[in-house]
């Protein structure tokens, strides 16, 4: 029903930036919990950022507060996640993802929650 599909990826030097762009295609839709996730070799998946597209909040990780920004552009059909000063502990793949339609959308269950739909990541590498 929804295909997503990450680009973005590259690599940087620490203190660097990057930006990571996830683009829905498919079946339209104008609600979405949507999130970007991020997993390193031997590390379990973790939540970086999330809101709800029709929201004006959105919810970070600890680690990443203040350095990265999650947003979402409806008519590109797009969710982004802009990283500054990036350290060599944010290389990771990182995934956006997707629930449509919505449900728990919230400051607390927004990194737990099921998601429907996974994009199939994009590759961050930071250099110190």
């Known amino acids: 029903q929804v295909q997503l599909m990450e680009s973005g990826g590259g690599s940087v030097q620490a203190g660097g930036s990057l930006r990571l762009s996830c683009t829905a295609s498919?079946?339209?839709?104008?609600?979405?919990?949507m999130g970007w996730f991020r997993q390193s070799p031997g590390k379990a998946r973790e939540g970086v950022a999330a809101?709800?597209?029709?929201?004006?909040?959105?919810w970070y990780a600890d680690s990443v507060k203040g350095r990265f920004s999650i947003s979402h552009d409806n008519a590109k059909r797009t969710l982004y996640l802009q990283m500054n000063s990036l350290k060599p502990e944010d290389a990771a793949m990182y995934y956006c993802a997707a629930d449509v339609p919505s449900s728990n959308c919230n400051s607390r269950d927004w990194s737990s929650k099921r998601y429907n739909y996974w994009g199939q990541g994009t590759q961050v590498t930071v250099s110190s």
């Open positions: 809101l709800y597209t029709l929201g004006i909040t959105a």
């Open positions: 498919g079946n339209t839709y104008n609600s979405a919990c």
